[in-house]
């Protein structure tokens, strides 16, 4: 462009020149105004146009805006010609030619469409133009001023093959660009992995193709900080302000996290490297994002193996005495006692023998739900396996005594839930309802605990005797284990 307006800076000049002794400028100014806001408009849109495709925008509707200002730009001057036609007709004819032909070269560094257009334009102006110059009379010093205009005339050839050679390489770089962006999004799209670049200066937050899908964002969009954090799950969101306010003061930012993703909810990884200035400000940080929903529902279906019973999705064997654990090394630093209650169904064998073992499966689920309505939020209910459940209350009181009161309300409590009839129904089979009533109780063995008195498998032997006590004694009753021995 600077290129482009010196030469027609020169070109004016020698126009200026070369009819400083006939032409009647101030008849002329109108025409000049006119042709200036006709060429200030091309210019200021052929900066916009240049800052849109430098953002990724879509260059054939600027070629073509740009090819309209330029027919209009001509539709002026053909116009104008006989607005303000104040001289003799051959004077106006050539002049306004020669006034064309360096107008012309305002356009070069965005004509790159028409440029075959041009150069055939520019060597009709050059016969014309010299045929004008070996003729008119006023024309002086005559060879200097041919010389002059061959040589300009050639100066606009090589500014218009030079542009032309640019566009051609800027073409070719964008396409290569365009190219290798095609490249990355389709490996990123394979990787499930996504980049970004945020900003700190402007607080945007530049997102790839990929990124945006994970995010459930329309390709191409750019958000703010504020805006991302929207995107990211209520219960997740304090965690990731601190980690990103610690990667501003030079900490890792490696974080996983919900968002919500439309009307989804979405597991992501985020790892991110900062640049810094001299003094410690956060420049920016590029980063990727991956979507982890697979895997985290794969963590979720193992832990569920390793730690849950499959059919009341209680926490199994396992996970109950690590729990157990935890209750004991709680009640030791509180100086609080817990119970461990093992229960046995007295009347379950009957039902899976009679009935099959779907209607055996129904009861447990039941007595599950039940058992977990007799409790609080900080108790743990575990099922070890076959018909035997495991309650365990945790921080009762440092009372023994009391300690054991307490148990004892609980533990009538779930004798009399699981007493209650059952009716158990598989849906429809065979065109009929299938339902099965059927009662049932339970043999329940208490232990207290305190700290370190005893180990884990201590207190489960001591819990599964007292309930083989209360299953001797006629089922449907709960007893303690005795508290001497406990001790």
């Not at 002059?148 to 290569?176: E, G, K, P, Q």
């Not at 009929?432 to 329940?444: D, G, K, M």
Request: net charge negative; aromatic share 10%; hydrophobic share 50%.
């Amino acid at each position: 462009m600077p290129t482009s307006l010196g030469v027609g800076v020169v070109g004016l000049c020698l126009v200026v020149f070369t009819h400083r002794e006939a032409v009647e400028w101030h008849a002329y100014l109108p025409w000049v105004v006119s042709m200036l806001v006709f060429f200030s408009l091309r210019l200021l849109f052929a900066g916009h146009a240049l800052r849109r495709i430098a953002g990724g925008a879509d260059a054939t509707p600027m070629v073509h805006t740009e090819a309209l200002l330029c027919v209009l730009t001509g539709l002026g001057w053909g116009s104008i010609v006989y607005v303000f036609d104040t001289l003799a007709m051959d004077q106006n004819f050539y002049i306004r030619l020669m006034i064309l032909a360096t107008a012309m070269s305002f356009v070069l560094s965005s004509m790159s469409v028409f440029i075959r257009v041009f150069l055939a334009f520019v060597g009709s102006i050059t016969v014309v133009s010299l045929v004008f110059l070996g003729s008119a009379s006023y024309v002086t010093p005559r060879l200097p001023l041919v010389v002059a205009w061959l040589t300009y005339f050639w100066l606009l050839l090589v500014v218009a093959l030079f542009n032309n050679r640019n566009i051609r390489a800027a073409a070719v770089d964008r396409s290569s660009v365009l190219r290798l962006t095609d490249e990355l999004n389709h490996a990123q799209a394979l990787g499930n992995v996504g980049s970004w670049v945020y900003e700190f200066e402007d607080d945007r937050l530049r997102l790839s193709a990929e990124a945006c899908r994970t995010f459930g964002l329309t390709e191409g969009t750019s958000i703010d900080l504020d805006s991302y954090l929207e995107l990211t799950h209520p219960l997740d969101r304090g965690a990731v302000e601190r980690a990103w306010a610690d990667a501003i003061k030079g900490a890792d930012f490696d974080c996983e996290h919900r968002i919500l993703a439309g009307d989804r909810v979405r597991w992501i990884r985020q790892k991110a490297e900062f640049q810094y200035a001299v003094n410690g400000t956060a420049l920016n940080a590029l980063g990727i994002v991956q979507d982890i929903t697979k895997r985290k529902l794969t963590e979720y279906q193992l832990h569920e193996l390793a730690f849950s019973d499959t059919l009341t999705k209680l926490p199994n064997r396992r996970l109950t005495i690590d729990r157990l654990r935890q209750a004991m090394a709680a009640g030791k630093r509180a100086g609080k006692y817990g119970a461990l209650m093992i229960l046995d169904l007295d009347d379950f064998k009957p039902l899976n023998d009679t009935h099959g073992h779907q209607f055996g499966d129904l009861l447990l689920i039941e007595a599950a739900i039940r058992i977990v309505g007799c409790l609080r939020k900080i108790d743990t209910v575990g099922r070890f396996g076959g018909d035997e459940f495991v309650v365990m209350l945790s921080e009762l009181d440092v009372d023994r005594s009391e300690s054991t009161a307490q148990a004892s309300r609980v533990a009538e409590k779930v004798r009399r839930a699981i007493g209650l009839p059952y009716v158990l129904n598989t849906g429809e089979h065979a065109g009929s309802a299938t339902t099965v009533e059927h009662r049932c109780t339970a043999s329940i063995g208490v232990a207290l605990f305190m700290g370190d008195d005893a180990s884990a498998d201590d207190i489960l032997k001591w819990a599964d005797a007292a309930m083989y006590q209360a299953k001797a004694a006629g089922g449907d009753a709960f007893r303690f284990y005795e508290a001497t021995e406990a001790r």
